[in-house]
């Protein structure tokens, strides 16, 4: 692995490890700060295109460290192309572009052939709240929410379109593996109608991985190690960006705070570890997107004229 990537993988993992340390989850930053007035969601590109993967963790903890509001943020090129110019003194936040190069070498019978080399390099991006001169509507200030019915509206209409068996019986939330079916606590069990969605998320983020489905496994083989709690991590930060995308807010579960210690050994062992969960994170969320296929399910994205794109209590729970 080349310098540059390497300190990419450890730049991101000591700011979530340090995080992690003063019992904060990265992911879940946006939902603690104070400074968010409209509906959360994915941070955007210049061009209204959502980041995905370990860049939607990077710059939500940027946005609560520095206090942004605005969910839109651009390169130094870009915003010189719009005419606009980053403050003197402003500090540009690390985002990561990831591809695959393909070349061509001989193999060990003397036959060429194709392989993928894939490569990944950080760059720099400011959020439009750091530059002076854009067009209005990049300084739009994000709608107060004020119509959670309406929000509901959507995170049902979602999850009952991706056809889960969805089973509503007993006090705790959980998927499980050998009946392939979600179990759910009634509705009313739960303190208020969003953590009942959350919670929703995040078991149909384990039902993602099914051997129908994703076939994700990390080599679980008791509840508490290391593979369990792999899998609890993907099903965190997938939570944390599906209820992103619905407009709703996830839910701190206390039965998961366990985990913590777990991921820090995890994430100083292997400074890939966060990059993968991240990944498979974003194919259960797209995947869960893909089911639904309901275009009027989520909540309308901001739109932004297009240019040139760049690199109570809950009740008692337990996941499986």
């Given at each position: 692995?080349?310098?540059?990537r ?64 605005s ?11 719009l ?55 990049y ?40 009946g ?41 083989k ?35 705070a ?32 893909g ?30």
């Open positions: 692995m080349n310098n540059e390497q300190d990419v993988y450890t730049r991101i993992t000591n700011r979530i490890i340090a995080d992690l340390e003063q019992g904060v989850r990265t992911w879940m930053k946006p939902w603690n700060a104070g400074n968010t007035a409209g509906r959360i969601m994915r941070p955007l590109r210049h061009n209204g295109v959502p980041y995905s993967g370990i860049n939607i963790l990077m710059l939500w903890a940027e946005s609560v460290s520095q206090g942004f509001v969910p839109v943020w651009m390169t130094f090129r870009q915003a010189s192309e005419d606009a110019h980053v403050r003197k003194g402003e500090k540009g936040s690390l985002v990561v572009y990831a591809n695959a190069l393909t070349r061509t070498e001989a193999n060990e019978e003397g036959e060429q052939e194709e392989r993928s080399i894939p490569y990944m390099k950080g760059y720099t991006v400011f959020n439009v709240e750091q530059i002076e001169g854009l067009p209005e509507q300084y739009a200030k994000p709608e107060v929410t004020t119509t959670p019915v309406e929000r509901i509206s959507h995170a049902e209409a979602f999850f009952a379109a991706t056809k889960a068996d969805v089973r509503y019986r007993g006090d705790r939330a959980y998927y499980s593996a050998e392939d079916y979600i179990q759910m606590p009634v509705i009313e069990a739960f303190r208020d109608a969003e953590s009942f969605y959350a919670t929703l998320a995040h078991e149909s983020s384990h039902w993602t991985k099914h051997s129908s489905r994703l076939d994700r496994d990390f080599g679980r008791q509840w508490g190690d290391e593979g369990y709690a792999r899998e609890e991590l993907v099903a965190e930060l997938s939570s944390a960006f599906l209820c992103a995308d619905l407009g709703i807010t996830p839910e701190v579960r206390d039965d998961h366990a985990y913590i210690a777990t991921w820090l050994t995890v994430l100083k062992n292997d400074k890939r570890a966060i990059f993968s969960a991240a990944s498979h994170a974003q194919k259960a969320v797209d995947y869960l997107h089911r639904s296929a309901t275009g009027d399910s989520v909540p309308p994205m901001i739109v932004l004229t297009p240019q040139a794109d760049a690199p109570g209590t809950a009740p008692s729970s337990h996941c499986t």
